[in-house]
């Protein structure tokens, strides 16, 4: 079966299926599905067929989204379809796509139609839409979360394997948790805004639903650059993924913090996915939750509602009865925040901030529910803004605090409602929350959205360095979280991947101050597999690296049980006449720890 954007591409470029099929198939799909509130306007069918055709006259090896079906909301503009922010008084026909969507097509995608929203983008529910409430495929009764509700659920129900959302106080991280598919919400400014109405604009971003981490960062990889037409767009690199750390600090909240509104459902959950973190080797770190909750309250109760005044103001004066009455409601409490209101949430902000970045000094990332509870349509059309507002009690303060996050499926429950997490990191650590996060979803071995399929086999990732990095095997005190790994991050290191040598070395353990060991090489095969980890350094970093390295050790290569020689760690006979032989450790992490147990 291929419904994930990698088994597509891989069909698509041995010549298994046409880009032409699989856009046909996706339409079919629409009309079986038969939910009209799940997108605001399609493409002709014979127009995004035709789109397909023409792919073959390019080079699919260049085309990472080769024929690719994509839905996208609403709110971001995709030429010859209307933008209408799910306000048909607010519809305008774009001359252009958005940078987002143009540069989706541009990698090969085929725009297949604009999908439903809470109106405007604001509400976490998807249920605030003149156009209709799309249906949970997950469970019928189910809100399907918002407000990027159409191109969650287009996603979960095989509609298409790929959907843009916007995010800005969690709209692309809550309707993935209730439709059972990754959510990544990019770090700000890593995709392009230009061509996207504003919810908050300094806060705003594009975000992308999948069915598995892998393809999320597959379409990232795809719009993330910079763009002069976005203001509030940042050069910010994207990184490669990298293998699971063997060192990895996981952030929870302390004793007594946690919020479920009385779901103890939710609460089992949430605590079944910290005993899978730590199964997989994570170490968890309790944190302070309490400054980030009053982050959170910032964004409505503070001066950041005015930015969405602003966007409908003229919308709000001339034709207020076109816009969702609680949205309107909302809104125009916007007109009444003063400027000194404005300046006294700036400084409590810059100050919460210093405090969540003290939070992250001795954590990778921190793990939380992505949502507290889940409502259904009934309750949330009853009482429509409290439940809003509690489904974003862990995604509020993400985007003010430059954060960026991945929501994760963790479990469906006994009631068959989906839970999720969501991984939050420092803004530019995009790849470490997916190389973490796909490991914590292909563990779960939950289907993947609605329609029960199975998950792929976890692709092996391979090394890979980008511009002029040089990668460099250690052996001893720099490897992750050992004494020395502070001096490979200074230099701007990353990890790629933990390996092994070929058995053609030996360790020994010097008498230095802090403890290293050294690796002799030895006669090919008459030596034992050593552990060793791959980091990649620019190629300034790694001359500063190798010339700070004291004796006895030095640089040379090293040869890996797959046959790659890597510049690495090595020391000569003639300093390990008197150290003593750890080979029998397999390497220096299982050495050191059997000193620590004795």
Not at 129 to 147: F, H, K, Q, T, V
Not at 211 to 228: G, Q, W
Not at 273 to 295: I, K, M
């Amino acid at each position: 079966m291929t419904e994930t954007i990698a088994e597509i591409v891989a069909a698509h470029r041995a010549g298994a299926m046409t880009p032409a099929q699989t856009v046909a198939r996706a339409y079919q799909r629409i009309r079986d599905h038969n939910d009209p509130a799940v997108f605001i306007s399609l493409r002709d069918e014979k127009d995004a067929v035709a789109e397909a055709d023409a792919l073959s006259k390019k080079d699919p090896a260049q085309l990472p989204l080769y024929g690719v079906p994509v839905a996208v909301k609403d709110n971001i503009d995709a030429q010859g379809l209307a933008t209408t922010a799910a306000c048909p008084a607010f519809s305008y026909m774009p001359t252009h796509d958005s940078t987002a969507v143009a540069r989706l097509r541009a990698a090969g995608a085929i725009v297949i139609g604009k999908t439903n929203l809470d109106q405007f983008a604001t509400g976490l529910v998807g249920v605030r839409s003149p156009y209709g409430i799309p249906g949970n495929p997950m469970r019928g009764d189910l809100i399907p979360g918002g407000s990027s509700s159409g191109s969650a659920v287009a996603v979960s129900a095989g509609l298409v394997p790929l959907a843009l959302g916007t995010d800005t106080a969690g709209s692309g991280r809550v309707p993935a948790m209730l439709n059972n598919i990754v959510g990544l919400k990019p770090s700000l400014g890593l995709i392009s805004t230009s061509g996207v109405v504003p919810a908050c604009r300094t806060l705003d971003c594009v975000s992308i639903f999948s069915l598995n981490v892998d393809d999320a960062m597959t379409a990232l990889a795809a719009m993330a650059a910079p763009d002069a037409a976005d203001p509030y767009s940042r050069n910010r690199p994207l990184a490669q993924m990298t293998g699971f750390p063997t060192q990895l600090r996981l952030g929870v909240p302390r004793d007594g913090q946690l919020i479920f509104f009385g779901d103890k459902v939710a609460e089992q959950a949430y605590g079944d996915a910290l005993q899978r973190w730590t199964a997989l080797g994570a170490s968890l770190v309790e944190f302070d939750l309490e400054p980030f909750y009053e982050t959170a309250r910032l964004l409505y109760e503070g001066p950041w509602i005015a930015e969405r005044y602003l966007v409908i103001r003229d919308l709000l004066a001339s034709s207020p009865e076109a816009i969702y009455p609680v949205t309107r409601d909302i809104t125009i409490a916007g007109a009444r925040l003063s400027a000194a209101d404005t300046f006294a949430a700036l400084y409590r902000l810059q100050a919460l901030r210093k405090v969540a970045d003290r939070a992250f000094e001795n954590i990778d990332a921190l793990v939380l529910p992505t949502a507290p509870t889940a409502y259904s349509t009934a309750q949330v059309l009853a009482n429509p803004v409290e439940l809003n507002s509690r489904l974003g009690t862990y995604t509020n303060f993400v985007n003010l605090l430059d954060l960026c996050g991945l929501a994760l499926p963790a479990a469906i429950r006994s009631d068959d409602i989906p839970f999720g997490i969501t991984l939050l990191a420092p803004a530019g650590q995009d790849a470490q929350l997916a190389s973490i996060g796909r490991v914590f979803h292909a563990d779960t071995n939950l289907t993947m959205g609605a329609r029960s399929l199975p998950q792929p086999p976890l692709a092996a990732l391979p090394a890979r360095l980008s511009g002029d990095e040089i990668a460099i095997a250690v052996v001893g005190a720099h490897l992750s979280g050992m004494a020395l790994n502070g001096e490979l991050k200074a230099l701007g290191g990353r990890l790629l991947e933990a390996a092994s040598t070929a058995p053609d070395y030996k360790l020994f353990a010097l008498s230095t101050t802090p403890p290293k060991p050294g690796m002799l090489r030895v006669a090919a095969g008459t030596g034992t597999p050593i552990a060793i980890e791959l980091w990649a350094l620019s190629s300034a970093s790694f001359g500063k690296f190798v010339a700070a390295i004291p004796p006895p050790l030095s640089i040379g290569t090293v040869r890996l049980d797959d046959g790659r020689g890597i510049k690495g760690f090595l020391v000569e006979a003639v300093d390990v006449s008197a150290a003593r032989d750890i080979s029998a450790f397999g390497g220096w992490r299982a050495f050191m720890a059997q000193k620590v147990a004795v």
